[in-house]
Antibody, heavy 120, light 107 residues
Framework: QVQLVQSGAEVKKPGASVKVFCKASGYTFTNYYIHWVRQAPGQGLEWMGIINPKILSTGYAQKFQGRITMTRDTSTSTVSMELSSLRSEDTAVYYC?????????????WGQGTLVTVSS | EIVLTQSPGTLSLSPGEGATLSCRASQSVSSSFLAWYQQKPGQAPRLLIYGASTRATGIPDRFSGSGSGTDFTLTISRLEPEDFAVYYCQQYGSSHTFGQGTKLEIK
């Protein structure tokens, strides 16, 4: 069965970086984009960016340009998202989600979420 | 950036009633690339509808989506207790953006 399993919760100090992992299984890894979406406490969903695991192309929301990096390891079917220069407003649950390349059918599977807490 | 505005912010209804949720876009959403998600507390979002009106796999037929251009609607007929949650619309025709959500609560 399709699964996206994310790495565990993180606590970081302001100014630090965090790297969150998303391991895919149960489907052909390179046939689906992976997106990252975050949700601050009590708030809505915010799209952060996309990676095409087949060709390693990425696209980031303008808000995060310059401090976000997404990459992938095809040998382990894992995508990572690194966010740098963390501030308190980055405290959120971070989700990965898949989206079929060329399918245009929305985000049909999501990871369980990773809580990132930024606090001094 | 396409901004999505959902209304109402909160909808209070009873099980068995019907619900109508609205999503309005600041610009036309190309090819009706509009999706709806349901989110319950402590859970990841769940895809309900894509392409404005196509139900995702396993979604009950009491959920339906409609609309085009800038105005979209999610309709839930005959609310079940498990339908009370937060609902988000998302456009994916021009990058990706989410609406702010509509909370469907039990009256």
């Amino acid at each position: 069965q399709v699964q996206l399993v994310q790495s565990g919760a993180e606590v970081k100090k302001p100014g630090a970086s965090v790297k969150v992992f998303c391991k895919a299984s149960g489907y052909t890894f390179t046939n689906y984009y992976i997106h990252w979406v975050r949700q601050a406490p009590g708030q809505g969903l915010e799209w952060m960016g996309i990676i095409n695991p087949k060709i390693l192309s990425t696209g980031y929301a303008q808000k995060f340009q310059g401090r976000i990096t997404m990459t992938r390891d095809t040998s382990t079917s894992t995508v990572s998202m690194e966010l740098s220069s963390l501030r308190s407003e980055d405290t959120a649950v971070y989700y990965c989600a898949r989206d079929e390349i060329g399918g245009q059918r929305g985000f049909d599977y999501w990871g369980q979420g990773t809580l990132v807490t930024v606090s001094s | 950036e396409i901004v999505l505005t959902q209304s109402p912010g909160t909808l209070s209804l009873s099980p068995g009633e019907g619900a109508t949720l609205s999503c309005r876009a600041s610009q036309s959403v190309s090819s009706s690339f509009l999706a709806w998600y349901q989110q319950k507390p402590g859970q990841a979002p769940r895809l309900l509808i894509y392409g404005a009106s196509t139900r995702a796999t396993g979604i009950p037929d009491r959920f339906s989506g409609s609309g085009s251009g800038t105005d979209f609607t999610l309709t839930i007929s005959r609310l079940e207790p498990e339908d009370f949650a937060v609902y988000y619309c998302q456009q994916y025709g021009s990058s990706h953006t989410f609406g702010q959500g509509t909370k469907l609560e039990i009256k």
